[in-house]
């Protein structure tokens, strides 16, 4: 069967691989109603740096998941590191219905954290395979709608049930659940991607021979809109980090009710999922730096509301907004690293920025438990607004637009560089990226092209070209 690119082409997998997410994030939310008050009602934890331990604990693992999964995917195939992880997660919901120290639930979100850095960057990588380059945005916009709607609608569910039934075993049986159905789905109907990712690089004129320490590097700090959008992941999770672990506990000692903090915790996954939607798609249109820029911005004011706010109707008015902040950044980041990174390295591009990201909610964990513990609840939130606001700052610096509008030439192509350049020297930014630069790139990329020539001291990345070596 041959294989082709493309949503439409590939319906019935990319459907497939957006439920299979959904029940990922699934197991995600059967946390974040719970936890926090399982915490402090059942372990009597008063500390809020030793509370979190948690999440600094699945950040942590998470984070280093996500690097090994691109890693190992680009290797091995998607399929086998999906497996894999829904193996790791069939005793997390039983090990926080029997824990009886909190060193039990220390240990499952370890557990989690495997779990959702295999499961989750594999089901991006493979949609990003099937999609191909032109509806990467629709393609995130879906994959991460489906996953943070499953947080939110547990989330939801989760309180109720602990609100019915008590805060263990209900709502964790319904997290068994979800573990079972992704396996079973994973074993039997998914089917590997990483032969449309050859195909796609088949396409590309660029070189895809980077080692990982070249990959880690260009992502972590020298390419530009990797880079811009690493650090804007990270700042994301660490503001999501602080509303799984703090918000809960602030809630609570304002007086509301365990239904009402479920309410509020399924609020803001809930309108971050649903818009995803419409961001993931808007980004194929409009571009991805500004609803970036914007996003980040729109988060540092929800935090801010956050903090003010007394009142139920407040914070479910800041938990819209914080919603909104996200869906406009978080396919949007991913839809980025697609655009830039080439089909051969870009699964483990994809696990360094997912290793950036999700670093945020450890980092988050530490940032905010210490701030809360030194002021209090409040002055942990304005303290991870202002960073937010700042990150937003630094996208709109340092990004350039990654998403080339369909019908204009890409910056692809052999240019002259000049003798005596560093390593890893790049191009002026308007040499590489400026609209009235592309006739002359075009021109010398026809050249190249007639003499199937690529010189020696050239790296390139997508339409970015970095000198190697001289």
Known sequence: MSLRLGIRANLAQFSLLVAVNALVGGVLGQERTVLPLLAEQTFHLTGYTFLLTYVFAFGVTKAATNYVAGTFSDRYGRKPVLLAGWLVAIPVPLMLIWAPSWGWVVAANVLLGVNQGLTWSTTVIMKIDLAGPERRGLAMGLNEAAGYLAVAGTALATGYLAAAHGLRPAPFLLGLSYVALGLGLSALVVHETRGHAQLEATRHTSRADLTDKQVFVQTSVREPALSAASQAGMVNNLNDGLAWGLFPILFATAGLS????????????????????????????????????????????????????????????????????????????LATIGDVAHPAWRARAVGVYRLWRDGGFAVGAVLAGIVADLWGLRAAVWVVAAITAASGVIVAVRMYETHTRRGEPELKGVVTIPSGLAEGTQLPRRQRHHPERRSQVDHVQHQSNRHHTTPSNQLFINGCITVEAV
């Open 258 to 333: 365990v239904s009402r903090i479920g309410i509020l915790a399924a609020v803001y996954p809930a309108v971050w999922g649903i818009g995803q939607l419409i961001t993931g798609p808007l980004s194929d249109r409009w571009g991805r730096k500004h609803l970036i820029t914007a996003g980040m911005f729109v988060q540092a004011a929800a935090l801010a509301l956050v903090a003010i706010a007394d009142t139920f109707p407040a914070w479910v008015l800041a938990a819209v907004l914080l919603g909104a902040g996200t869906a406009l950044v978080y396919p949007t980041l």
